[in-house]
């Protein structure tokens, strides 16, 4: 368990790091728009990496908290056997998408930028960079809910 509070420490840290170098962005961009009258040419690409990552690495911090949108209407009509099964389940379906479309699905686009050398066009970083978020999320979702799945229950 301490492992999954320094994981979550880390992970909470790089949203609040990823999402005040988001609000700074935008307020250069509207201060050189608005006040210096030659937009900035870089931020508005960068506002949207970086609600790429906000957003893909939030869901994986949620999925650990265990907050993510559910409709528990027709869990709740079972018994607490069957709501334990079905946590199981559901788990473990999280765990095979993760697997599939995050981990494996975002290292094949993070190699396939990668080798073909694409690069954004006004900041020139590797596109790879930026989509190097749906393999990290993934793990970290795969963690977390291979640890969900294996905590005792109280």
Partial sequence: MKTRKNIDRVLGGALVIIM???????????????VIGTPSSFTDELARY???????????????????????VLPQRFSKAIQKKLSI???????????????????????????????????????????????ISGLLVIYYKIMDILKPTT
Avoid: C, E
């Avoid at 005040?20 to 608005?34: E, H, K």
């Avoid at 949620?62 to 993510?68: I, L, N, S, V, Y």
């Avoid at 981990?103 to 690069?119: C, K, N």
């Fill in 20 to 34: 005040s170098a988001m609000v700074l962005n935008v307020l250069w961009q509207v201060f050189t728009r608005f």
């Fill in 50 to 72: 970086l609600m790429i990552w906000v957003g893909i690495l939030g869901a994986a911090y949620t999925a650990g908290k265990d907050m993510h949108v559910a409709i528990d």
């Fill in 89 to 135: 389940t559901v788990k473990i379906l999280v765990i095979l998408f993760a697997l599939s479309a995050m981990v494996i699905g975002g290292s094949r686009l993070v190699y396939v930028t990668y080798v073909l050398g694409q690069l954004s066009p006004a900041l020139q970083i590797p596109l790879a960079y930026v989509y190097l978020v749906l393999p």
